[in-house]
T-cell receptor, first 112, second 112 residues
Framework: KQEVTQIPAALSVPEGENLVLNCSFT??????LQWFRQDPGKGLTSLLL?????REQTSGRLNASLDKSSGRSTLYIAASQPGDSATYLC???????????FGKGTLLTVNP | GAGVSQTPSNKVTEKGKYVELRCDPI?????LYWYRQSLGQGPEFLIY????????DSGLPNDRFFAVRPEGSVSTLKIQRTERGDSAVYLCASSLGVGELFFGEGSRLTVL
């Protein structure tokens, strides 16, 4: 059974800092990995999708990396802004059953 | 449609009642997922449709929960004899095959 862990559970940083969110998964036989953002009381917004054959994906100030063999992914946020404050969720899609398994998320607060 | 649409956005019901939650996926998306999210937790998988058929329903907690997608587009999640423990946000998502997953805003269910 796939298990996804996100560390830290919560993170508070001053505006302008670069930061890294971590995601680990127990079964490396994945199809892809997706990072999401969730604002309070809202649905999930897709940030980045990394296929199992890829090492990283970039979108603006966001960069996600994937090391499938070690079961790890990181989300790097450059020059953080207060508007980045949200919960960030990592999800892996199984290689055979295709369902997404989520971590519990990292609650990020960027202080002005 | 432009995005995944879920109705109702909020539903308050009494214990023992029957509830239906509706999901309109992005037009043309073949895969549709239902997840359930409790406060402070990551989304928990319930069921996944590929076309009209349930490809994986292993996440449905018991036989009070049932979901259909009769024409391969709109899906309805049905909960019989609701219990207080069913209170959560029910999230629907769709994708084109095994590509990027897009979520709706969710249906918040409260069972009194």
């Amino acid at each position: 059974k796939q298990e996804v862990t996100q560390i830290p559970a919560a993170l508070s940083v001053p505006e302008g800092e670069n930061l890294v969110l971590n995601c680990s998964f127990t079964d490396s036989a994945i199809y892809n990995l997706q990072w999401f953002r969730q604002d309070p009381g809202k649905g999930l917004t897709s940030l980045l999708l990394i296929q199992s054959s890829q090492r990283e994906q970039t979108s603006g100030r966001l960069n996600a990396s994937l090391d499938k063999s070690s079961g790890r992914s990181t989300l790097y946020i450059a020059a953080s802004q207060p508007g980045d404050s949200a919960t960030y969720l990592c999800a892996v899609r199984g290689g055979s059953n295709y369902k997404l398994t989520f971590g519990k998320g990292t609650l990020l607060t960027v202080n002005p | 449609g432009a995005g995944v649409s879920q109705t109702p956005s909020n539903k308050v019901t009494e214990k023992g009642k029957y509830v239906e939650l509706r999901c309109d996926p992005i037009s043309g998306h073949t895969a549709l997922y239902w997840y359930r999210q409790s406060l402070g937790q990551g989304p928990e998988f319930l069921i996944y449709f590929q076309g009209t058929g349930a490809a994986d329903d292993s996440g449905l907690p018991n036989d009070r929960f049932f979901a259909v997608r009769p024409e391969g587009s709109v899906s309805t999640l049905k909960i019989q004899r609701t219990e207080r423990g069913d209170s959560a946000v029910y999230l629907c998502a769709s994708s084109l095959g095994v590509g990027e997953l897009f979520f709706g805003e969710g249906s918040r269910l409260t069972v009194l």
